[in-house]
């Protein structure tokens, strides 16, 4: 089975902050890893796709990047609406989660 | 509008048996694989089990194997999640979702909620 490592657990960032969130795959999976975002009481949305692909209408200051077994999700300038749970997943081989990382207000 | 609509959930006995069902408007069904994922409270999300769309090959997480079943029925538009021997750590959101392909999961229903407890 492929484990996923997402860091750090929790971070916390004022708006206007460049944010990155890193994912480390147990063995290579690119490019089949997506970012998705989660606002409590709501359903996942996915961000990013194919470790770099933006899905549309997500805002451009969303980008992924990385390839083998490591990724990040980058914002480039937080905004108030992005302070949410982000989770990366693998899709090369059956689908794992990493545990989240939970963006907060500092 | 492409909508994944969950239901069924609720709350269950430890041992019990539940059917969740998901229903998929927008798009055409029989051509994508609809996987579930579940999110005990407070807790990340966990894959659970995910059905092909032609060939119904099923694919199951270690922790459900052999207590849930997943099946489809194409004239309906439907998945079923059928749970039976349910425990306590079976209590979550279940959220059904389409596996897009590269696309990984999109969209996502609004989740059912599972709770088992005596």
């Known amino acids: 089975d492929i484990q996923m490592t997402q860091s750090p657990s929790t971070l916390s960032a004022s708006v206007g902050d460049r944010v990155t969130i890193t994912c480390r795959a147990s063995?290579?999976?690119?490019?089949?890893l997506a970012w998705y975002q989660q606002k409590p009481g709501k359903a996942p949305k996915v961000l990013i796709y194919?470790?770099?692909t933006l899905e549309s209408g997500v805002p451009s200051r969303f980008s992924g990047s990385g390839s083998g077994t490591e990724f990040t999700l980058t914002i480039s300038s937080l905004q108030p609406d992005d302070f949410a749970t982000y989770y990366c997943q693998q899709y090369k081989s059956y689908w794992t989660f990493g545990q989240g990382t939970k963006v907060e207000i500092k | 509008e492409e909508q994944l609509v969950e239901s069924g959930g609720g709350l269950i006995q430890p041992g019990g048996s539940l059917r969740l069902s998901c229903e998929a408007s927008?798009?055409?069904?029989?051509?994508?694989?609809i996987d579930w994922v579940r999110q005990a409270p407070g807790k990340g999300l966990e894959w659970v089990s995910a059905i092909s769309g032609r060939r119904n090959n099923t694919y199951y997480a270690d922790s459900v194997k052999g207590r849930f079943t997943i099946s489809r029925d194409n004239s309906k538009n439907t998945v079923y999640l059928q749970m039976n021997s349910l425990r306590d750590e079976d209590t979550a959101v279940y959220y059904c979702t389409r596996d897009s392909g590269e696309h990984a999961f999109d969209p996502w229903g609004q989740g059912t909620r599972v709770t088992v407890s005596s």
């Open positions: 063995q290579s999976v690119s490019p089949y």
């Open positions: 927008g798009f055409t069904f029989i051509t994508y694989a």
């Open positions: 194919m470790a770099s």
